[in-house]
């Protein structure tokens, strides 16, 4: 246990230092939310917490957005740290293809592989989308990729491809439809699902404000 204790304090000094001067939405807090909120799901499932624990702690240490979409390079990462750690060859093997399959856009494509312990990892990353800390996140990114707000002109694409997804620069409000508010029904654990419902309730209230005002009608 003393050893398991150590590897989780070198992993989040680990993280800490590569995501330094990551942009403010894939940030380390980011990732600390996303290890506590796996934490809580974890409580009411039958998984291996230290995989849960390592997969939330290290999954985008290299999110592929800011890589030019290179997909490898995270799990790389986290595989050379942990090796380099003495951890159990099977729990790297477990944790990075939790890396390398958990994010939105690769549910896009055909998923081959999954687990219970990736899926606690993907709700707990999935619920960081989503609420108050979802929408302000969202417009973050959009900020730091220079996109507009919003234009009534471009429609949402509800049928994007993997690739599509990846290179979209549409409006920040079009996520929303493509993305954040599909997200409660993509949720595996009932923990998931219960807070998701709520974050997703939250998001609705916040667009229907956002169009009255933009109408001029607030």
């Known amino acids: 246990m003393h050893s398991t204790n150590r590897l989780i304090t ?3 000094s680990f993280v800490k230092q590569e995501l330094k001067h990551a ?3 894939h940030d380390w807090f980011h990732t600390e939310r996303v290890y506590k909120n796996a934490l809580l799901i974890a409580k009411n499932e039958q998984v291996d917490i230290l995989v849960v624990s390592l ?26 740290f942990l090796s380099n750690n003495n951890a159990d ?19 896009l494509d055909d ?8 899926e606690v990892v993907q709700d707990a990353d999935r619920l960081d989308a989503i609420g108050a800390i979802g929408i302000a996140r969202c417009f ?8 507009p707000l919003y234009n009534p002109d471009i429609k949402p694409n509800l049928s994007m491809t ?8 549409a409006p920040t409000i079009n996520h929303f439809y493509e993305k954040l508010l599909l997200l409660k029904d993509q949720m595996n654990t009932k923990t998931g699902k219960r807070i998701a419902l709520e974050r997703h309730n939250y998001m609705k209230g916040f667009l229907e404000q956002f169009y009255a005002e933009w109408d001029g009608k607030k």
């Not at 099977?90 to 856009?105: D, G, L, P, R």
């Not at 973050?140 to 996109?147: A, I, L, M, V």
Request: no cysteine; charged share 30%; net charge negative.
């Open 55 to 80: 997969a939330a702690l290290l999954h985008d240490i290299a999110d592929s957005k800011f890589y030019d979409g290179d997909e490898t390079i995270g799990p790389k990462k986290a595989e050379t």
């Open 89 to 107: 060859h099977k729990i790297i093997e477990h944790v990075t293809q939790i890396i390398a399959h958990m994010s939105f856009k690769n549910s």
């Open 140 to 147: 973050n990114y959009g900020g730091f990729k220079d996109r």
């Open 111 to 118: 998923t081959i592989f999954t687990s219970k312990e990736m």
């Open 23 to 25: 942009e403010g939405g």
């Open 162 to 169: 993997k690739a599509e997804y990846k290179n979209s620069d």
């Open 10 to 12: 070198t992993t989040k």
